[in-house]
T-cell receptor
């Protein structure tokens, strides 16, 4: 079992709709969770961090965390073509300083 | 404020050669981590340094080494390059407070091609 799993996609969403990206992780002791956006040929850009169960909203982005289910998600409301990118879920493993990444979900927003 | 900087941007080497990649963290950040990202995959952790000491090492061979300097900049060295070392090498910096490392911010990366 991979430490962090994401559906690789591609996920295609019409402009203006809600895009939902999901991630599961295996280490129950993990405390810190992050979403990065990566445009083709560029480096990852941090867009959300979440540490507690529940929802965290920042503009059009909402991160959701459920530690009991070992599940973290990212919702993008009013999706724009500029949101088309690969979204990487990252988990900071308990007792370690490293981030463990999923393979990323490629999201395409169709005008 | 300047973000994380890395040099060079691109690099082409042949098998068996050695390469040095450089990274300068965000001002005030004392922790630097290195990741390797192969096309189509998420980044894989290589090293973390804090206050010039190695604090974490990923599952990479001894051909990979790194160090951190007094100004908190860092170098990643890879010896005896293999074709499979072709990847985007990412440096991330973070601050440290309250007994924990904070969010990691990535530099633009160095694209290494091994022929």
């Amino acid at each position: 079992q991979k430490e962090v799993e994401q559906n690789s996609g591609p996920l295609s969403v019409p402009e203006g709709a809600i895009a939902s990206l999901n991630c599961t992780y295996s280490d129950r002791g993990s405390q810190s969770f992050f979403w990065y956006r990566q445009y083709s040929g560029k480096s990852p850009e941090l867009i959300m961090s979440i540490y507690s169960n529940g929802d965290k909203e920042d503009g059009r982005f909402t991160a959701q965390l459920n530690k009991a289910s070992q599940y973290v998600s990212l919702l993008i409301r009013d999706s724009q073509p500029s949101d088309s990118a690969t979204y990487l879920c990252a988990v900071k493993i308990a007792g370690a300083q490293k981030l463990v990444f999923g393979q990323g979900t490629r999201l395409t927003i169709n005008p | 404020d300047a973000g994380v900087t890395q040099s060079p941007t691109h690099l082409i080497k042949t098998r068996g050669q050695q390469v040095t990649l450089r990274c300068s963290p965000i001002s005030g950040h004392k922790s630097v981590s290195w990741y390797q990202q192969v096309l189509g995959q998420g980044p894989q952790f290589i090293f973390q340094y804090y206050e010039k000491e190695e604090r974490g090492r990923g599952n990479f061979p001894d051909r990979f080494s790194a160090r951190q300097f007094p100004n908190y900049s860092s170098e990643l060295n890879v010896n005896a390059l293999l074709l499979g070392d072709s990847a985007l090498y990412l440096c991330a910096s973070s601050s440290y407070s309250g007994g924990a490392y904070n969010e990691q911010f990535f530099g633009p990366g160095t694209r290494l091609t091994v022929l």
